[in-house]
């Protein structure tokens, strides 16, 4: 089992809709959450961070966070064609150890 | 902002030459890293130094080697590059942990470069 799962898409949604992606981890030491962007042949763009379960919003991204359940989701409003890329979580291990998923590629259709 | 600055954007090397990646940052962050990233691979962990001259390896180690001499530059060398380690290589840096005894990582995200796209012919 990997430390950090993310299926692989690609996740289609048409203009306008919510983007729901989703990520789980395997290890409950674990405390520190990060989604990045990555668009097709550039780097990772950190996008946000969240440590407490619950939910945190930023524009028209919101992270929500299950410690109990070990995942850690984005959802994208009013989702837009230059949000089409690939989404990578990142997970903190008990400040020794820092895994990225394989990412999930976002289609976003006009 | 941060700033993470690789010294290539793309690079064409011959197998069997010693090849050198530059990153710089400028944030006076502690820890640094190097990956490369493939095609339905991922990110995968070459090494990292969380201080000046330490380093430790990553997932994938072979076949190369790293330097910190100064703690804004992280250097990553193939000492006799081969046809696979054609790849995207990317480096990053962040903030280190409040105990660097046990923890070199705080809650702090690692921000990267805009990576080099090297091919060995």
């Known amino acids: 089992q990997k430390e950090v799962e993310q299926n692989s898409g690609p996740l289609s949604v048409p203009e306008g809709a919510i983007a729901s992606l989703n990520c789980t981890y395997s290890?409950?030491?674990?405390?520190?959450f990060f989604w990045y962007r990555q668009y097709s042949g550039k780097s990772p763009e950190l996008i946000m961070f969240?440590?407490?379960?619950g939910d945190k919003e930023d524009g028209r991204f919101t992270a929500q966070l299950n410690k109990a359940s070990q995942y850690v989701s984005l959802l994208i409003r009013d989702s837009q064609p230059s949000d089409s890329a690939t989404y990578l979580c990142?997970?903190?291990?008990?400040?020794?150890?820092?895994?990225f998923g394989s990412g999930t590629k976002l289609n976003v259709k006009p | 902002d941060v700033k993470v600055t690789q010294s290539s954007r793309y690079l064409v090397k011959r197998t069997g030459e010693k090849v050198f990646l530059e990153c710089v940052q400028d944030m006076d962050h502690e820890n640094m890293f190097w990956y490369r990233q493939d095609p339905g691979l991922g990110l995968r962990l070459i090494y990292f130094?969380?201080?000046?001259?330490?380093?430790e390896k990553g997932d994938i180690p072979e076949g190369y080697s790293v330097s910190r001499e100064k703690k804004e530059r992280f250097s990553l060398i193939l000492e006799s590059a081969s046809t696979n380690q054609t790849s995207m290589y990317l480096c990053?840096?962040?903030?280190?942990?409040?105990?660097?005894?046990?923890?070199?990582?705080?809650?702090?995200?690692?921000?990267f470069g805009d990576g080099t796209r090297l091919s060995i012919l």
């Open positions: 969240i440590y407490s379960n």
């Open positions: 290890d409950r030491g674990s405390q520190s």
């Open positions: 990053a840096s962040s903030l280190e942990g409040g105990q660097a005894q046990i923890s070199h990582f705080s809650n702090q995200p690692q921000h």
């Open positions: 130094s969380y201080d000046v001259k330490m380093k």
């Open positions: 990142a997970v903190i291990y008990n400040f020794n150890k820092f895994y």
